[in-house]
């Protein structure tokens, strides 16, 4: 089956500017993940969606992010008034219950740039 | 605070020979996971492997096997037959919870 999507695949932006990055998780999957990879970070966890459940949201950087799930699927992540520290590549992820053991399969990434 | 540690950013190895890539762990938790992650140059993240703490059995998925030392807190990943395409960036990451804590990464390049 369709694995994780995520678009835009790549966003140049200037800085100031929202953006909003989109994540279709795997069918069938309850549980949805983003997280940031940068050069001086790794990979750094930042927000986690569980069916009608509140998200934890502690990973989140500052509260220019933010992120929502509408009808326990799709997702989106908004960074408002970017910064060049937002660059990075952004990857989502989901799981089929969000248990610990559970594996998480990653989509492709939207590799952000703030000019 | 858990953390993992890889302490190699890069390897190299020719083709068709095994590889050990390192990874050490520190938790106080006593139920945990390890996962290995493949991220070629397109950027996406691919599953390996698994190994759960409870695990007698180190866990094994085609040429990739997971050397799992509970008492070291090490679970190395040996990747058998290096083939070409096995050249990426590889990934240690434990579960805190559901959320993944990664290492830095090694980088393996497989020589023809």
């Known amino acids: 089956g369709a694995g994780v999507s995520q678009s835009p695949s790549n966003k140049v932006t200037e800085k100031g500017k929202d953006v909003e990055l989109r994540c279709d998780p795997i069918?069938?999957?309850?549980?949805l993940y983003w997280y940031r990879q940068s050069l001086g970070q790794g990979l750094e966890f930042l927000i986690y969606f569980q069916g009608n459940s509140a998200p934890d949201k502690s990973g989140l950087p500052s509260d220019r992010f933010s992120a929502e799930r509408t009808g326990g699927s799709v997702s989106t992540l908004t960074i408002q008034r970017t910064q060049q520290e937002d660059s990075a590549v952004y990857l989502c992820?989901?799981?089929?219950?969000?248990?610990?053991?559970?594996?998480?399969?990653f989509g492709p990434g939207t590799r952000l740039t703030v000019l | 605070a858990q953390k993992i540690t890889q302490t190699q950013p890069g390897m190299f190895v020719q083709e068709k020979e095994a590889v050990t890539l390192d990874c050490t762990y520190d938790?106080?938790?006593?139920?945990?996971?390890l996962f290995w992650y493949k991220q070629p140059s397109s950027g996406e993240m691919i599953f390996l492997i698994y190994q759960g703490s409870y695990d007698e059995q180190n866990a094994t998925e085609g040429r990739y096997s997971l050397n799992f030392q509970k008492a070291r807190k090490s679970a190395n990943l040996v990747i058998s037959a290096s083939q070409l395409g096995d050249s990426a960036m590889y990934f240690c990451a434990m579960n805190r919870g559901y959320k993944l804590i990664f290492g830095s990464g090694t980088r393996l390049l497989v020589r023809p």
């Open positions: 992820a989901s799981s089929l219950d969000g248990r610990e053991s559970d594996t998480q399969y």
């Open positions: 938790t106080s938790d006593q139920s945990y996971g």
């Open positions: 069918s069938g999957h309850t549980a």
